[in-house]
């Protein structure tokens, strides 16, 4: 990790954090990047793409989570805590990926991670999907991109409305965990129109924020 104090001493009240109005998963596409501010992507190389699910981004997602609680950050997602930030716990985090395949192999890991994290109880660190965070926040979110393994984007992937949501249930910092072919292969793609005639472009369009979400933080350095 490039920034070991990247959520140290983060408060809710800092402009960089706020929320656009109705921040659900209904968003216009427009805001996806606007609430996604203070987002750091920890890039990983393959020389091939893993085949089915990716358990070596699972192990990074974890090794992020011990990463934290051993380095004692400390928050401030409340007014009443800008003055005194609080150090971090398991229940500040949470984990989300489009596949249940990705969440339940980083449950198993997290379940391992307990002997090495002792102090804290790792159980309490939820690992599902955008669906099921929907409606929930964390302090700390840990996301693995819809795109990251994926090298022929379908409908399902493209999608704006679980990117909405994977980057907006932070309060204070958020973590994109993705292989390093996502910006080659959107490049290189081009989207099947499958809506009906005088219909929304939905992958067309979903194409296009993924390629802007990118986008936005190359520009700001915010890629690791």
Request: hydrophobic letters at 40%.
């Amino acid at each position: 990790m490039a920034d070991d104090h990247a959520v140290g001493h983060v408060s809710a009240d800092d402009e960089y954090l706020e929320t656009p109005p109705g921040a659900e998963y209904e968003h216009t596409d427009a805001n996806v990047w606007m609430i996604a501010k203070f987002l750091l992507w920890l890039v990983i190389s393959a020389v091939t793409m893993p085949v089915g699910t990716d358990t070596e981004l699972a192990d990074v997602v974890v090794d992020i989570v011990l990463r934290l609680l051993e380095l004692e950050c400390e928050i401030s997602t409340q007014p009443a805590e800008r003055s005194k930030p609080r150090r971090l716990v398991p229940q500040d985090i949470g984990i989300v990926s489009t596949h249940n395949l990705m969440n339940a192999a980083i449950s198993r890991r997290l379940a391992s991670g307990q002997k090495k994290s002792a102090k804290n109880p790792l159980s309490s660190i939820r690992a599902t999907t955008p669906e099921r965070w929907q409606g929930l926040e964390r302090p700390v979110m840990i996301a693995v991109h819809p795109l990251s393994g994926v090298m022929s984007p379908s409908e399902f992937d493209l999608e704006t409305g679980r990117l909405c949501v994977m980057a907006s249930r932070h309060r204070s910092a958020c973590f994109f965990v993705t292989r390093d072919h996502i910006a080659a292969t959107l490049d290189a793609h081009l989207p099947s129109a499958t809506q009906a005639l005088g219909g929304v472009d939905v992958t067309g369009r979903g194409h296009d924020v993924h390629r802007d979400f990118i986008d936005y933080h190359l520009e700001r350095n915010l890629v690791v």
